[in-house]
């Protein structure tokens, strides 16, 4: 992919209770669902997660920035900007914030986080967040372009079963 100016923008999303099939809820998945998305690189990521609204937000913030530092890692990014429909969420982030203070692992993974890149967080209405759009509204890679994200040569020789998972705890 080719270096991209300014800061990388991300959308968040969390959904505490998800509608859900009846085979899916009598077997026990996780109602919750947490989203995120990074446009310029054609990343939508979705995840059934169990927690409260600002809980699965926190997660979607968190899996997007260990996403970015694994997956992303010889894009050399250094400045993020994540967008969310959690007014809660951004003034959790603000400076002196009671959340952060209550939750002492999140403000150690926040500040570990901000070790590596610099990351701003704003507040976009749902209707604009993009971590919400179809899969379908993705553009594919142009031809004269190779995908940021690569499998590694274990994942490509390799066959394996995974079992499903039926959400994650946050």
């Known amino acids: 992919m080719t270096k991209k ?3 990388v ?21 996780a109602k919750g669902m947490i989203l995120f998305a990074i446009p310029g690189y054609g990343v ?3 995840c ?17 920035l260990r996403f970015i530092k694994t997956s992303l890692e010889k894009e050399k990014i250094k400045s ?12 959790a982030l603000s400076n002196g914030s009671k959340h952060l203070a209550e939750h002492p692992e999140r403000k150690e993974m926040l500040t570990k986080a901000l070790q590596s890149a ?9 209707v604009d967040n993009k971590a919400l759009i179809s899969p379908v509204e993705y553009p594919s890679t142009p031809e004269n372009q ?10 490509q ?8 998972q039926k959400g994650i705890l946050l």
Do not use: W
């Open 118 to 126: 610099k990351v701003e967080v704003s507040y976009i209405r749902r």
């Open 9 to 29: 923008e991300c959308y968040i999303h969390s959904c505490p209770q998800t509608d859900m099939e009846d085979y899916l809820e009598t077997n026990g998945f």
């Open 146 to 155: 190779t995908p940021a994200i690569k499998p590694s040569p274990d994942e």
């Open 48 to 64: 059934r997660a169990v927690g409260d609204h600002l809980d699965l937000e926190f997660g979607a913030f968190f899996s997007l």
């Open 44 to 46: 939508l990521f979705k």
């Open 80 to 91: 993020v900007r994540v967008h969310s429909s959690n007014p809660e969420f951004v003034f």
């Open 5 to 7: 100016a300014g800061p």
């Open 157 to 164: 020789t390799k066959m394996q079963f995974k079992p499903i």
